[in-house]
């Protein structure tokens, strides 16, 4: 008999610059909510209730509708010990999973290998924007970076066929005798390779596509859209990946604007996303992580929020249980850590529950360890 079951998809939506976790999930209940956030809070009468005590942000109704329908799992108090406030070594342990010294590779590049252990699959890890995140760099992992997926592609600008297969040829060449000439030209060589042969599988991707949702024209939306297009295109892609644009979550001023402005792209994009993952009946197989570095510190700075700790983590997808997963971290002086959120939930443990319920892989080499894992799937 043929199985028709799809291999389980991971999607990850990076929140660049720590998104503030208080003004996300709203802790509305809580009468020090507004005695620490004189200026930066959002108004009882305006929060979307999850219960009486917490409630999402007024502008994020599409993922209150999936919630609604048990397809979000909110995790609470997301971090790990000993928080670090710097935008780059915080993003780096979440990346490498790596929080006492600088890691070599990303958790994501080591899921990747152990998902297509003889690289039949140079798009077995694809991700959507400028640059390489750490979280998929591995030593020997092919992962394409896509900028554009309606313009990607090697040498696209030569119209003339003929002329650009000359062109990839002698980018073939150039490439090929480099492999065992030593590691760092090896390296060269593979990532040279798979690129080529990576560019041109994906370009076909957006052509193949049609859809009746539109998203939105900010940059998340559009990144969201080529993510489903690449997965309706069917080409064995097991990990998608973007990140919202550099540090956009920075709220230390204008806050409650920038903030507003973010979580409605966001919120619509991951919507939109579903939708258009359903219309193509294409959604059952597919989980989305939304992450960030960290969350702000409780009491505001006037117009916005510093670098905190204890964030907030969603799971999306059919085969989410939805739900509140940890508690809230207490907001009472003497349980904050130096004026921040304690974290209740290790992200290791977020990590592990994907990698072993969902992606079947052993998640302790991946993590670094064994953490308590959680039953959001």
């Known amino acids: 008999m ?10 990850v939506l990076q929140l660049s610059g720590g998104n503030d976790a208080l003004n996300t999930i709203i802790p509305y209940g809580d009468p020090l909510y507004s005695d620490n956030r004189p200026n930066v809070r959002v108004p009882e009468d305006q929060v979307l209730p999850i219960n009486d ?23 609470q108090g997301v971090g790990y010990p000993h928080p670090n406030r710097s935008h780059f070594r915080s993003m780096d342990i979440w990346h490498t999973c790596e929080p006492d010294k600088v890691g070599d590779e990303g958790w994501l590049g080591r899921a990747i290998r152990d998902l297509d252990p003889n690289k ?19 030593p020997g992992v ?11 592609g090697v040498l696209t600008g030569i119209e003339a066929e003929d002329q650009r297969a000359k062109a990839l040829d002698v980018f073939s060449r150039v490439y090929s005798p480099m492999i065992g000439a030593g590691p760092v030209l090896d390296y060269f060589a593979h990532t040279g390779l798979d690129a080529l042969k990576g560019a041109d599988i994906l370009s076909t991707a957006s052509e193949k596509y049609s859809s009746s949702v539109e998203y939105g024209g900010d940059v998340v939306a ?11 295109a069917d080409l064995g892609v097991r990990v998608l990946y973007t990140t919202a644009p550099y540090n956009s979550f920075d709220t230390h001023a204008g806050e409650l604007a920038n903030h507003s402005r973010l979580w409605t792209e966001t919120s619509n994009a991951i919507s939109d996303f579903y939708e258009d993952l359903k219309e193509h009946n294409a959604s059952n197989n597919v989980l989305c992580l939304v992450f960030t570095e960290f969350g702000r510190r409780v009491h505001d700075n006037g117009s916005g929020t510093d670098h905190g700790s204890g964030g907030i983590a969603f799971v999306v997808g059919d085969a989410v249980k939805g739900g509140l997963y940890g508690e809230y971290p ?18 290791r443990g977020l990590y592990a529950t994907l990698l072993e319920k969902w992606l079947g892989l052993d998640s302790k080499p991946i993590v670094n360890g064994s953490f308590e894992q959680l039953d959001f799937i």
Do not use: W
């Open 142 to 152: 092919p992962v394409a970076s896509v900028g554009n997926l309606e313009s990607y």
């Open 2 to 11: 043929t199985s028709t079951k799809k291999d389980p998809v991971l999607v």
């Open 222 to 232: 559009q990144y969201m859209r080529n993510i489903a297009q690449t997965h309706l």
């Open 53 to 75: 005590y917490i409630g999402f942000n007024p502008v994020m109704g599409p993922i209150k509708k999936l919630y609604e329908e048990g397809k979000v799992a909110i995790i």
């Open 330 to 347: 207490s907001l009472a002086p003497d349980k904050l850590l130096e004026g921040d959120l304690h974290f209740n939930n290790d992200f």
């Open 120 to 138: 039949e699959n140079v798009l077995t890890g694809v991700n959507f924007g400028r640059g390489l995140p750490r979280a998929l760099a591995a």
